[in-house]
């Protein structure tokens, strides 16, 4: 009976899919055309042999490449670019000295000189696009765009990946501009992800991505101004990929021999020199020459010094301070009694107890704002 | 004054070392097993001296040689670890089971909890993991990163064995962080969060006082069938250095242990504070001399003996210290047992007051009605002791704890952390009320 009901609706049953295939075309939630043969992929450029090129404009020797379309940058731009670049290798030797000498407590380098801010840049890559959310509902920065830096370690963390699909889903202008320098701390991005760098993620959520040659500061100006033009443009996130080389160790607290041997560190400073190359196209062009790098050293570390000395002279604020900005508005009842707390205990030990005599000379009216309570 | 290295706490001879209370021994672990005897518990013994990084290091090497199933991971592993915790395990053990992951607390958790929850059939465990999985030994770089896997501990990890009615468990897993201040950590490299913990039922917490402990207490987190959250007071890795026994053993979990006895004062604490409390200990039998810190204890003793009025009574108090080791869940029966000899109560800690360990153990202290006495007379009474601890106190509980702001501030440091004149004003505090 069960045979005889399946013969019976074989025409019908053939007739149908027949039908569906036809009128089905595109699957649901995705425009994907249609293939018969399986098809993996692991690539964004289409080829699995293929990475994503990297966005170059001059060479080793500050020379232009064939063909490349230099940003517009007159004599003032650049030389401020360089100094600015020139500024962090000196901020670096003087701090790393310092913080030898014990003066300060910590000190995470800044090098390679990338035209970049440094952050704390794990929980950050999550906030960006709100702040560019907010940008973009606010008339008068509707120009404006978020800037998000972070590095390729940063970019394992849940939060990048959470940032650049709320960018993209809810379209908000940020440019997201990772520093690739190959370590997170120790491990070498060879450990740190097994795709196409960081790059590659950006297609993934829909974001308009490239990946540029990190040493050339040229390169990476042409690639942020445009990034910038296409994150107001559209109102979505760009991602800006910088390929670098961390010359430094990442903290005061690290001694990156123990993980890359020092030969390899120095190659690098010598073959591919961020400074080095922007600063011969400068000489080329007669912007810059030795007498203005001497100038310049000098003038940095007479900035960073007297900087340093000021701060270093600076008091702390009060030590009352430590209980302010936990909350707005009315102070709760436990913020109250600790801060008396601690002047009770001022008061009774300030001056008997050498370690906190000691302590309190650092702060503004030592402690006395508390003891007055 | 004591320092970390000087510290009577801390076990300066072979001897002291092979003494500890409460140990272990693995090979007579296996002789009782056996029906056999081998090794006394202190002869043919060997102790080394080691820093608590080194003991760690120990402790791991250990955990991977006796178990094939043991793998130890994190961010900065391979190279030996941002604090040498895991120096040349990667060459000694290969980098399949010693490795780095990419910088995702979110995913180190996470992955530790899949290979402990999958039956393992390389474990070849000495000690306990009956019934267990992998044995996976993570680690989150700083504690205070930790929040980004704080999902996976409390909605995976916890909840494993309670959501599935005991069917599959993640007891493999333990999860090492470095924890406290140091002195100049500030917001993201300072933080005791502990606290937070508290309310993860399923999970253990411990964190262990000095390099003996440390190995001894690690062995039996990465043993025990539960998952474990182990935190390292990051100071103690250089500065407090002990003689640590070179063979496999086991210090117990949820045991908190009494470090110098006393009959007037109960002072409960972990971690780095232990030596803090010794030093202010200290203070009260020795204070700066000629200061008004001098007059200060001389007064506050003096209320405290005439308190004591008609009573048999030394003329200085005696104080017991107690190191609550494992903080969840914590040894509540001690701190009652302690409490009916001395009927006051300090605890010390440098994570923030409320919310905080301090708070729990003053809480479940006064909460007398919280437990059913028991009329198993092998079973301890904790409800009548609970209750007789609350009605027998002579003073109001005393918590010192860090001050409740979002975190430690770097400027502020010295003065967040209770630091042992903090300590001792606790004490004089407590006693003379």
Redesign the interface.
Known sequence: MLRRASSTLRPLINRISSLSTRSLGRLPNTQSPIVSKPHFFNSVTGDSNELIPAFRLIDGTGVPLDGAGLPELDEAFARKLYENMQLLPNLDNILYNVQRQGKI??YMTAQPPLPMTMS?P?GKTNACPGVAYALRRSPERSNSVAACFFGE??A????FHAGLLLASTIPSPVVFIARNNGF????PSS???HGDGIASRGPGYGIDTIRVDGNDVLAVLAAVREARTRCVEQGRAVLVECMSYRVGHHST??DSF??RARSEVEDRKRIDNPLARFRLFMETRGWWDAQAEEELKTRHRADVLKAFKRAETQS??E?G???TD?YAGEEPW??KE?RKE?GR?LK??G??????RR?LQKYKNEGRDLIKE | MPSIASSALLKHTREQALKMPEIVWADAELDEARGTSSLSSTTGRETRKMNTYQAIRDALSIALSTNDSAIVFG??V???G?FRCTLGLAEEYGRERV??T??????VVGFGIGYASMGSKLGNSTLGGRGMGGTAIAEVQFVD?IW?AFDQLLNEASKFRYRSGGQFNVGGLTVRCPTMAVG?GGL?HSQSPEGFFMGAGGLKVVIPRSPLQAKGLLLSSIRDPNPVVFMEPKVLYRSAVEQVPTSDYILPLGRAEILTTGSDLTVVTYGTSVYRCEQAIHLLTHP?EG???ER?VRDALGDWRRSRKGQNTSSTPTIELIDLRTILPYDLPLVLRSLSKTHRLLIVHEGP??GGVGMQIAGDVMSGFNTTSTTNESEEDVGRMRREAFLGLEAPVKVIGG????GV????E???IP?E??IL?GLLEVLAY
Do not use: C, M
């Open positions: 407590s910590f704390r794990q370690g940063a394992s963390e849940g939060d997170a701390i120790s491990t450990e740190q992800y607290s690290d123990a993980y702390r604020w030590l301070e430590l209980f936990i436990n913020i600790q601690l205990l009774k030990y001056e008997d107890w050498e370690p906190w302590e | 961010e900065d391979a190279f030996g941002v490795f780095n990419p910088l995702t607390e979110q995913g990163y980004p100049h993201y700066p200061t008004g810190i200060t007051t409320t001050w409740d702001t979002p501030a770097l400027q502020y010295k003065f967040y630091d004149v903090r004003d």
